[in-house]
């Protein structure tokens, strides 16, 4: 059960709040939709709810606020907007990167594509996914650990009638098994035909809470399409038969020969015109405008809802007073339900809805088979008789007109989807689970290799043309780092691959709708330092072998001696690129940016080092010579294997201008993350 109270967005300068105190229910076992049309708070709303925009008011979602659950991926599956992926990241690879951070085993991520229906695509890229596949991805990821709780945002917005129908189909099914649903449409047919409960909103404001029967009745006003060479005389004949018969009927004149007869039935107005040789071109039941009060948003919505298919035109059929209310009482208790023409809803709950589910007992939550959009429904019920219809049908099933939901037989009903097998999540996180997904986040697309590959070309080939020239130290030779460049291409590659660890997190946020495991935690930090450490130790290395190999193959081994120091010159190179990529993590994630982040390294050397080189060489009394001396007097014991002299070269690389700079940014650059990271926790 989801209880919003007060939900009040931060206004806008001199704008008013784009949501102002908007309180509701949603509860369990059924599916609550938020109406209303662009720019009503739908999506803040959302945002609001899952605490991923400041504001005011509080959300439960089954008596807890969402900071207070542990588990909050466990808890509430989210879908808002697009999936949130890197371009490049496959289907699979993608599910199984989410299911490294919210702690679930990498098989869930084929049972949840097997549910959806994308197996078969499950090696495709993200940026190729047309926007039905699309949404099934995001609701895949939505589901992956088995929440209660569903949250999207426009789920069927851009989709066809048929991908429309699956949708809401696998919704029913959540509810059906005791989870909550909310959605927002800005269509109120959709909004009738699928929900249990409709929320209006206007101008950020509830302007009605009701359930969908209610809303049919009051907010979507039924009528009757009629076009005749004679409208005015048959206009008139209408209103006189009403005012007789003491009827409330309201004809209301369009544009050409149409008339719009609101209050009364195609059998009555056919029999009127009937009677008095008046010839009908067109005579339809329609759902039209949600009454004369009804904003300019609704009214575009439900006429943009109508343009998306064929004229409507369809044969006179009588429908009962009270039928509308009778389909939503069946479909709340898991029957059949109907539709009218296309894009018309009635106050069902869902066209998904089969007799399967009023026949079958309701089994354990979760326990279910699979049925795969587009193919054969492998429940018994299914292929007993049961089919998936095609385009043409699904289309035609849309433009039938309403009739009683008793007298539809069972084989035109779709068999509700089946969810993914339940699955438990660790109780508490996992030391590994940030490692695990960080190492399928990097290795998940080829950024990294093509950059270490590059770099590895770059540095070789530099060493190459440097030897030929001449004049440069061993030392630069063997890193490939001429004296114009600030940093070696090694140092550059690596703090471009931890600029982009943190980088892609607020590019391609794909972790944003998770509190759980918020790009700025420092489990998730401490990762990407670790994953990119471990990156950039074996990029220095390989660049050395490479650039010493090709000094071999070209010049003999005159240049491919090792330098007798090369303990000292091996730890001072580790500590450059490795800070490096420990700058480009620490930037990247403080600024949100990838460029910051790779900025702020090359702002080492160029910035940061004339600095301290003018402190350290400027006039003073007494300087720091002769300090690794008095380190190693210092350290008097002899260390385990020698320990001593990695200290003194950690030392030595920290009294270098380069390693002092170096140093000073990543300290300067680590407080300031752990300085916004407990801000934020405050707040």
């Known amino acids: 059960m989801i209880q919003a109270i007060g939900l009040t967005s931060d206004p806008r300068k001199d704008l008013p709040p784009a949501v102002d105190d908007v309180s509701f229910e949603a509860r369990a076992g059924r599916v609550t939709a938020l109406l209303g049309g662009p720019g009503a708070g739908k999506t803040t709303v959302l945002r ?43 289907v699979r690879g993608h599910l199984r990167m989410l299911c490294a951070a919210a702690g679930v085993p990498a098989r869930r991520a084929d049972e949840v594509l097997e549910v959806v229906g994308l197996v078969s695509l499950r090696d495709e890229r993200l940026s190729t996914l047309s926007r039905g596949i699309d949404r099934r991805l995001g609701l895949a990821c939505a589901l992956l650990t088995d929440p209660h709780t569903l949250v ?8 066809s009638t048929r991908e429309k129908r699956w949708m809401h189909g696998m919704l029913r099914a959540h509810v059906a098994h005791g989870g909550t649903v909310l959605l927002t449409t800005p269509d109120p047919k959709e909004a009738a035909r699928t929900a249990d409960q409709v929320v209006t909103l206007e101008r950020g404001r509830v302007v009605a809470d009701q359930e969908a029967a209610d809303f049919a009745r009051t907010r979507l006003r039924p009528r009757v399409a009629v076009r005749t060479p004679h409208a005015p005389r048959l206009a008139t004949l209408l209103t006189k038969e009403a005012r007789a018969t003491h009827r409330s009927v309201e004809v209301v004149r369009e544009s050409g020969n149409r008339l719009s007869v609101y209050g009364s039935t195609c059998a009555d107005v056919g029999e009127t015109a009937f009677r008095n040789g008046i010839p009908v071109h067109q005579l339809a039941d ?78 354990k939550r979760r326990q279910r088979s699979v049925t795969a959009p587009g193919t054969e429904a492998r429940t018994p019920q299914a292929r007993s008789g049961d089919r998936q219809r ?36 660790r109780p508490a996180p996992s030391p590994l689970r940030p490692l695990r997904y960080e190492l399928r986040r990097a290795a998940g697309v080829g950024t990294g290799f093509v950059t270490c590959g590059a770099v590895l070309l770059v540095s070789a080939v530099t060493a190459v043309l440097l030897a030929r020239v001449g004049h440069t130290p061993r030392p630069r030779l063997m890193a490939g780092w001429p004296q114009q460049l600030p940093l070696p291409p090694a140092a550059l590659g690596a703090g471009l ?32 330092l670790l994953v990119t450490t471990a990156t950039a130790l074996l990029l220095a290395v390989l660049t050395l072998g490479c650039d010493i190999e090709m000094l071999y193959l070209v010049y003999g081994r005159e240049l491919a001696e090792v330098p007798s120091d ?118």
Not at 52 to 68: C, D, I
Not at 289 to 316: F, I, L, Y
Not at 346 to 357: G, I, Q, V, Y
Not at 578 to 597: P, Q
Request: hydrophobic letters at 45%.
């Open 566 to 683: 090369w303990l000292s010159l091996t730890a001072s190179w580790f500590g450059l690129v490795v800070g490096c990529a420990w700058a480009g993590v620490l930037a990247a994630g403080l600024f949100r940016s990838t460029t910051a982040g790779l900025a702020a390294v090359v702002a080492v050397p160029v910035a940061v080092v004339p600095v301290v080189q003018k402190i350290v060489e400027g006039p003073s009394v007494r300087t720091a010579a002769g300090f690794p001396l008095r380190i190693r007097e210092l350290l008097l014991n002899q260390w385990p294997f020698g320990g001593e002299r990695y200290v003194e070269a950690a030392a030595r690389l920290i009294a270098q201008p380069v390693g002092g700079a170096l140093t000073l940014s990543l300290a300067a650059l680590l407080g300031a993350f752990f300085f916004t990271t407990l801000r934020g926790k405050v707040r």
């Open 286 to 363: 329609e759902v039209g405008d949600m009454g004369p009060r009804a904003s300019a948003t609704a009214d575009r919505s439900a006429d943009e809802a109508r343009a998306d298919v064929a004229p409507q035109r369809k044969a006179a059929v009588s429908r009962p007073e009270g039928s509308r209310e009778q389909a939503a009482t069946r479909a709340g208790s898991g029957g059949p339900t109907r539709t009218t023409d296309a894009g018309t809803a009635t106050s069902s709950a869902t066209e998904s809805a089969t007799s399967s589910t009023a026949s079958t007992p309701v089994r």
């Open 48 to 90: 609001l709810m899952l605490e991923l925009q400041r504001g005011r008011g509080v959300t439960y979602f089954r008596g807890r606020p969402l900071h207070r659950i542990a588990h909050p991926s466990r808890e509430v599956g989210v879908l808002l907007g697009d999936v949130p992926g890197h371009p490049a990241r496959t």
């Open 152 to 159: 999207l945002d426009d789920p069927t917005s851009g989709l």
């Open 497 to 528: 691959l931890g600029a982009l660890a943190f980088g892609d997190e607020f590019r391609h946020p794909a972790l944003a709708a998770d509190r759980g495991t918020v790009p700025r935690r420092l489990g998730l930090l401490a990762a990407k």
């Open 390 to 425: 095609t385009e043409p049908e699904a289309e035609a099933s849309d433009t039938t007109p309403l009739r009683r939901a008793a007298d539809a037989p069972s084989a035109e009903l779709d068999a509700l989807p089946e969810l993914p097998p339940p699955i438990s999540v």
